[in-house]
Protein backbone atom coordinates (compact mmCIF):
# COMPACT_ATOMS: atom_id res chain seq x y z
CA UNK A 1 0.00 0.00 0.00
CA UNK A 2 2.83 2.54 0.89
CA UNK A 3 5.91 1.07 -1.32
CA UNK A 4 4.09 -0.22 -5.01
CA UNK A 5 5.36 -3.69 -3.87
CA UNK A 6 3.56 -6.74 -2.18
CA UNK A 7 4.46 -6.95 1.67
CA UNK A 8 3.63 -10.76 0.94
CA UNK A 9 6.44 -11.05 -1.17
CA UNK A 10 7.36 -14.26 -3.68
CA UNK A 11 8.95 -15.40 -6.21
CA UNK A 12 5.65 -17.01 -7.93
CA UNK A 13 2.04 -16.80 -7.20
CA UNK A 14 2.01 -19.88 -5.41
CA UNK A 15 4.20 -19.01 -2.63
CA UNK A 16 2.78 -15.39 -2.39
CA UNK A 17 -0.66 -17.56 -1.95
CA UNK A 18 1.09 -19.35 0.90
CA UNK A 19 2.61 -16.13 2.29
CA UNK A 20 -0.59 -14.25 2.39
CA UNK A 21 -2.44 -17.33 4.01
CA UNK A 22 0.10 -17.79 6.61
CA UNK A 23 0.50 -14.31 7.09
CA UNK A 24 3.87 -14.25 6.71
CA UNK A 25 5.01 -10.18 5.95
CA UNK A 26 7.81 -8.65 5.10
CA UNK A 27 8.56 -5.17 5.72
CA UNK A 28 12.30 -4.91 5.09
CA UNK A 29 10.98 -4.58 1.33
CA UNK A 30 9.08 -1.08 1.94
CA UNK A 31 10.69 2.06 1.80
CA UNK A 32 13.34 3.68 4.10
CA UNK A 33 11.44 6.46 6.11
CA UNK A 34 7.80 4.44 6.72
CA UNK A 35 7.06 5.89 10.02
CA UNK A 36 6.70 3.29 13.12
CA UNK A 37 2.32 3.94 12.93
CA UNK A 38 2.39 3.32 9.20
CA UNK A 39 3.95 -0.39 9.72
CA UNK A 40 1.44 -1.14 12.57
CA UNK A 41 -1.36 0.17 11.15
CA UNK A 42 -0.83 -2.25 7.69
CA UNK A 43 0.56 -4.93 10.63
CA UNK A 44 -2.89 -5.09 11.95
CA UNK A 45 -4.73 -4.55 8.52
CA UNK A 46 -3.36 -7.24 7.22
CA UNK A 47 -3.76 -9.22 9.63
CA UNK A 48 -4.45 -13.36 8.21
CA UNK A 49 -6.82 -13.48 10.75
CA UNK A 50 -10.24 -12.39 10.30
CA UNK A 51 -11.09 -11.36 13.75
CA UNK A 52 -8.04 -9.56 14.50
CA UNK A 53 -8.13 -6.98 12.05
CA UNK A 54 -9.81 -4.00 12.88
CA UNK A 55 -12.99 -3.03 11.42
CA UNK A 56 -13.38 0.13 9.01
CA UNK A 57 -14.65 2.18 11.74
CA UNK A 58 -11.24 1.10 14.04
CA UNK A 59 -8.93 1.74 10.73
CA UNK A 60 -10.67 5.12 10.57
CA UNK A 61 -9.40 5.99 14.45
CA UNK A 62 -6.18 4.65 13.84
CA UNK A 63 -3.58 7.27 15.47
CA UNK A 64 -1.32 7.06 12.13
CA UNK A 65 -4.21 7.59 9.65
CA UNK A 66 -5.62 10.41 11.87
CA UNK A 67 -2.86 12.28 12.10
CA UNK A 68 -2.70 12.59 8.38
CA UNK A 69 -6.01 14.26 7.87
CA UNK A 70 -5.48 18.04 8.49
CA UNK A 71 -4.55 20.67 5.67
CA UNK A 72 -1.97 19.72 3.63
CA UNK A 73 -0.06 22.93 4.85
CA UNK A 74 -0.58 21.97 8.55
CA UNK A 75 1.06 18.83 8.01
CA UNK A 76 4.77 18.95 9.97
CA UNK A 77 6.57 16.19 7.82
CA UNK A 78 6.74 14.84 4.50
CA UNK A 79 7.60 11.87 3.27
CA UNK A 80 8.11 11.38 -0.64
CA UNK A 81 8.43 8.12 -2.20
CA UNK A 82 10.44 6.92 -5.36
CA UNK A 83 7.77 6.41 -8.68
CA UNK A 84 10.56 3.81 -9.79
CA UNK A 85 8.75 0.46 -8.11
CA UNK A 86 5.49 1.73 -9.15
CA UNK A 87 6.41 2.45 -12.58
CA UNK A 88 8.56 -1.45 -12.61
CA UNK A 89 5.60 -2.98 -11.01
CA UNK A 90 3.26 -1.15 -13.99
CA UNK A 91 5.16 -2.25 -16.60
CA UNK A 92 5.58 -5.93 -15.69
CA UNK A 93 1.98 -5.83 -14.64
CA UNK A 94 1.60 -4.83 -18.95
CA UNK A 95 3.92 -7.61 -19.75
CA UNK A 96 2.15 -10.45 -18.41
CA UNK A 97 -1.21 -8.84 -19.75
CA UNK A 98 0.31 -9.13 -23.65
CA UNK A 99 1.14 -12.29 -22.54
CA UNK A 100 -2.44 -13.47 -21.96
CA UNK A 101 -3.96 -11.27 -24.53
CA UNK A 102 -1.64 -13.65 -27.18
CA UNK A 103 -2.59 -16.57 -25.46
CA UNK A 104 -6.57 -16.29 -25.77
CA UNK A 105 -6.64 -14.53 -29.58
CA UNK A 106 -7.50 -17.29 -32.07
CA UNK A 107 -5.21 -18.07 -34.61
CA UNK A 108 -5.36 -16.56 -38.23
CA UNK A 109 -7.41 -18.84 -40.64
CA UNK A 110 -6.86 -18.45 -44.12
Known sequence: MLSADSPFHAENSLDQDKNIKK????????????SEGALNFMKSSLNNKSW????????????WLRAHR???????????????????????????REVVRTKIQPPFFQ
Not at 81 to 93: A, G, I, M, N, P
Open 23 to 34: GKIQFGRCYPGL
Open 52 to 63: ARPTAAECLQNT
Open 70 to 96: GPLRARLSKVCFSTDKLKEYLKQKEEK
